[in-house]
Antibody, heavy 123, light 107 residues
Framework: QVQLQESGPGLVEPSQILSLTCTVS??????????WSWIRQPAGKGLEWIGR???????NYYDPLKSRVSISLDTSKNQFSLALHAVTAADTAVYYC???????????????WGQGTLVTVSS | DVQMTQSPSSVYASIGDRVTITCRAS??????LAWYQQKPGKAPKVLIY???TLQSGVPSRFSGSGSGRDFTLTISGLQPEDFATYYC?????????FGGGTKVEIK
């Protein structure tokens, strides 16, 4: 049974970097059948896909965030991470990591999720 | 980008009711659509993927259908644990996107 757990600061100052880590247990992030994604949800609002990374380190991002975001892997720790630069209050949200079943360039769906972590951007 | 519009945004229903939620894509899609259930304070949980394939462990009262631009999630015989918010998600092309959600509430 795969489990994912987000970790990182719950409060980030404006213009700084939001950094989160997802620790995966019960599966390997080098499993060729999956990508690994970050998704966020502002309070009371819907879900927004941020990006995904494959075991090779190749990543895809949501275009409006592309200039500010990077997702990376640490295979030695079975973790993947999110870095979002130059944050504003609009980046305040619950951030989820998720295991992603994919056919490559289409057909992605999220079969396992972390519990989510609230990140507030405020001074 | 593919925009997903869900309707209704909320629905009031009773135990045992049949509930239908619709998701319309801004352009025609292949059959790469998933549905999720989210309860307050919890992560979403996948119910259906590839339009109509039930995720393992999901009760058979949940079903999905549709093609082209219009897709439907049906709950046949609403149970107390089904009161939640439901989201569709398209995976036809990047960026992946979700509908705005449908809240199923107790009548």
């Amino acid at each position: 049974q795969v489990q994912l757990q987000e970790s990182g600061p719950g409060l980030v100052e404006p213009s700084q970097i939001l950094s989160l880590t997802c620790t995966v247990s019960g599966d390997s992030i080098t499993n060729r059948n999956y990508y690994w994604s970050w998704i966020r949800q502002p309070a009371g609002k819907g879900l927004e896909w941020i990006g995904r990374v494959y075991k090779t380190g190749s990543a895809n991002y949501y275009d409006p965030l592309k200039s500010r975001v990077s997702i990376s892997l640490d295979t030695s720790k079975n973790q993947f991470s999110l870095a979002l630069h130059a944050v504003t209050a609009a980046d305040t949200a619950v951030y989820y990591c998720a295991r992603t079943k994919s056919r490559g360039w289409y057909g992605d769906w999220f079969d396992s999720w972390g519990q989510g972590t609230l990140v507030t951007v405020s001074s | 980008d593919v925009q997903m519009t869900q309707s209704p945004s909320s629905v009031y229903a009773s135990i045992g009711d049949r509930v239908t939620i619709t998701c319309r894509a801004s352009q025609a899609m292949s059959n790469w659509l998933a549905w999720y259930q989210q309860k307050p304070g919890k992560a979403p949980k996948v119910l259906i993927y590839d339009v109509s394939t039930l995720q393992s462990g999901v009760p058979s009262r949940f079903s999905g259908s549709g093609s082209g631009r219009d897709f439907t999630l049906t709950i046949s015989g609403l149970q107390p644990e089904d009161f939640a918010t439901y989201y569709c998600q398209q995976a036809d092309r990047f960026p992946l996107s979700f509908g705005g959600g449908t809240k199923v509430e107790i009548k």
